[in-house]
């Protein structure tokens, strides 16, 4: 017995003073665990997908439901956000308002990113005209006022069920140009690395250099900005529907119910507060999430402590 | 120098204008003013409505390429063009951008520099209790969309009003009833400032605490500080000058850049709190199909956001020893 015991004792020092070496996918998942604020952001993203998917199947009230004896009824048992003008639940709306936030802002961050990451790795790598004519489109987005423009473009926009589309589509076009600064000097160091300059010399084309050799090394970055990409969309999308430009009636999206509950907030607030509180909580959520993965994913960050 | 300086505003003027030249495209094709005339009730005659269209340069019955002209031609004789309705655009520009100007001021500035000392604090005390709090919070108002926090103080506001059977605060438009006392046209505009100021300073004091404190923690954690510290001296001067000054020369670019385009104003506090501004004028031509006053936005707009960036650069010049110019 006591054998035993010794033999499991050195083992534990063993371990102790060779500790196995952890893999960088591990090595990041544990430094974003440590980050409390980040796990909590990320269960109340999960919560919020669920809620978005699932939430129509569960509640009592649907989204175009009139219950005409409460037209703007407070909050209560039977309507727990309370209702609208038209008598429809502020909860079940604010519900399905939120599937289409969700589901814009994380097109527009994927979309986005895409771009970002094409156009700057690609500018730094090629070179020449394309790199310059590259920066010049990127300064021309930042010149206009995006918020403006999409409010146009979307303004004349075919009508109809896809019209989200197009409005997310739009969000991206004028999305991408900072980040793509950003992956472009980047890459203007990566490109001089010795695997890059194997590649190149063992004849593989410039596109599969761009998206097996140079993107990978660049990941981090790029799944930073698709996180914050992600809040950045949302706040986009909610500030133009809110002056009535974004998503359409009788489609809707958390920002046109903030801009329908705005008009009335100062006398009915809990058609505003809903869909305000849901908002906010689920972009905290997205930037808690973002911040921790930076912290997570940098090499130079001394944020985690050890490890 | 003077030919560096030369090439890169040439470069502005260029990139301005084929900015300006496709928001017009932009426009003519996608706000269809002629919608605007259709609507009325009772329906006015197509020819009558082709007749106004006509005179503002916005029927889409003329070529593009010919509209186009006509306006570009315009504003060599300093005429942006008119609303559909015939209202000058250049004036309303003129006229608004002060209003825009007059919300702005107090609260931009305030906000960047109590965001400056707070982050720069903040810094000073890292994963301190303080410094988390602080950081909760900003985190929290960042999250927040600027509607959202407008309206939460009206809901506020209203609701002290209410309880303590006051009109303390006012929240719509830039003047209202003027009371018959000494000063009482300012104290009226003051009373209107108020909550929208407060909105300006708490968004911008949560953005520029979170940059601040990255720059100063950068700067707390270099050589050069902790050589300052190693010749003895004071933590208090290590810090505000060799810490400090140093995470301040990013700040100077980012305030610079802020001067500039405080013109451009804040849409959605101009809408909640009703002061006709720049911001609010975008939203408007945009919803009442103003081809060239949404173009007319968009280039002033431009011009501020590239005065900006060369007013930033003059900044870090003089802020910047390390940046010498030849």
Redesign the interface.
């Known amino acids: 017995m006591s054998e035993a015991a010794v033999k499991v004792e050195t083992e534990t020092e063993l371990v102790k003073a060779d500790p196995k070496r952890l893999s960088r996918g591990r090595l990041v998942w544990r430094r974003f665990l440590r980050n409390k604020?980040a796990v909590v952001g990320a269960f109340g993203i999960l919560f919020l997908v669920f809620l978005a998917l699932f939430g129509s199947s569960i509640l009592y009230w649907k989204f175009d439901d009139i219950d005409t004896q409460s037209f703007l009824a407070p909050p209560s048992e039977s309507h727990i956000l309370g209702a609208t003008r038209a008598g429809r639940d502020v909860l079940a709306l604010t519900v399905r308002g939120l599937g289409k936030s969700l589901l814009i802002g994380f097109m527009v961050a994927l979309m986005s990113t895409t771009i970002a990451a094409l156009v700057g790795a690609s500018a730094a790598y090629l070179g020449g005209w394309w790199e310059k004519f590259a920066l010049?489109i990127v300064?021309?987005l930042?010149?206009?006022?995006s918020?403006?423009?999409i409010?146009?473009?979307s303004?004349?926009?075919p009508e109809g069920d896809a019209s989200w589309i197009i409005l997310a589509v739009l969000l991206a076009v004028f999305a991408w140009p900072l980040s793509a600064r950003v992956v472009r000097s980047l890459t203007l160091s990566i490109r001089e690395r010795e695997y890059v300059l194997a590649a190149k010399f063992m004849g593989l084309s410039s596109f599969r250099i761009i998206v097996r050799h140079i993107l990978p090394n660049a990941s981090s970055l790029l799944i930073i900005d698709a996180t914050l990409g992600v809040?950045y969309a949302i706040?986009s999308e909610?500030?133009l529907s809110?002056?009535?430009?974004g998503v359409q009636p009788p489609d809707t999206s958390l920002g046109t119910l903030?801009?329908e509950g705005?008009r009335m907030?100062?006398t009915f607030?809990w058609v505003?507060l809903g869909p305000?509180t849901v908002?906010?909580f689920l972009?905290?959520c997205?930037?808690?999430v973002g911040?921790g993965l930076r912290d997570a994913l940098d090499p130079s960050s001394a944020s985690g402590g050890q490890a | 120098m003077l030919r560096y300086i030369g090439r890169r505003l040439l470069n502005y003027a260029v990139l301005l204008y084929v900015a300006i030249s496709l928001t017009f495209v932009l426009a003519a094709t996608q706000l269809n003013p002629r919608a605007l005339f259709q609507l009325r009730q009772p329906p006015i005659e197509p020819a009558i409505i082709e007749q106004q269209l006509l005179k503002y340069n916005l029927s889409d019955t003329v070529p593009l390429a010919e509209r186009y002209w006509i306006w570009l031609t315009g504003i060599f004789r300093g005429y942006w063009g008119s609303s559909p309705l015939g209202v000058d655009v250049a004036e309303q520009i003129q006229t608004r951008m002060w209003v825009s100007l007059r919300l702005l001021l107090i609260g931009t500035l305030a906000g960047i520099i109590i965001g400056v000392a707070i982050g720069a604090w903040s810094a000073t005390r890292q994963y301190k209790l303080s410094d988390r709090a602080i950081t909760a919070i900003s985190l929290l108002i960042i999250s927040t969309p600027a509607f959202v926090v407008g309206h939460l103080t009206q809901i506020g506001a209203t609701w002290y009003n209410n309880t303590s059977r006051t009109r303390t605060f006012e929240f719509i438009g830039e003047t209202g009833d003027v009371g018959d006392y000494p000063f009482a046209d300012l104290v009226d505009r003051g009373q209107h400032l108020l909550l929208p100021t407060f909105v300006l300073i708490i968004l911008g004091a949560a953005s520029m605490s979170r940059i601040q404190r990255n720059l100063m923690l950068d700067s707390l954690g270099a050589d050069y500080v902790r050589t300052a510290r190693a010749k003895g001296l004071r933590e208090s001067k290590a810090v505000m000058k060799h810490a400090l000054r140093t995470a301040l020369i990013p700040t100077g670019t980012y305030f610079a850049f802020s001067v500039a385009t405080m013109f451009v104003g804040a849409t959605f506090t101009e809408r909640i709190f009703s002061f006709p501004g720049i911001g609010q004028y975008g939203v408007d031509t945009i919803t009442n199909r103003d081809v060239f006053g949404v173009v007319a936005v968009t280039a002033f707009a431009g011009v501020c956001v590239l005065a900006g960036a060369v007013l930033s650069d003059i900044m870090v010049a003089i802020l910047d020893p390390r940046v010498r110019l030849q």
Do not use: E, M, Q, S
């Not at chain 1, 930042?142 to 006022?145: D, E, I, K, Q, W």
């Open positions: 604020t010049w300064d021309l930042l010149v206009v006022p918020f403006f423009l409010a146009v473009a303004r004349g926009a809040g706040l909610t500030g809110y002056f009535g430009f903030i801009g705005a907030a100062t607030p505003f305000a908002l906010v972009v905290l997205v930037n808690a911040d």
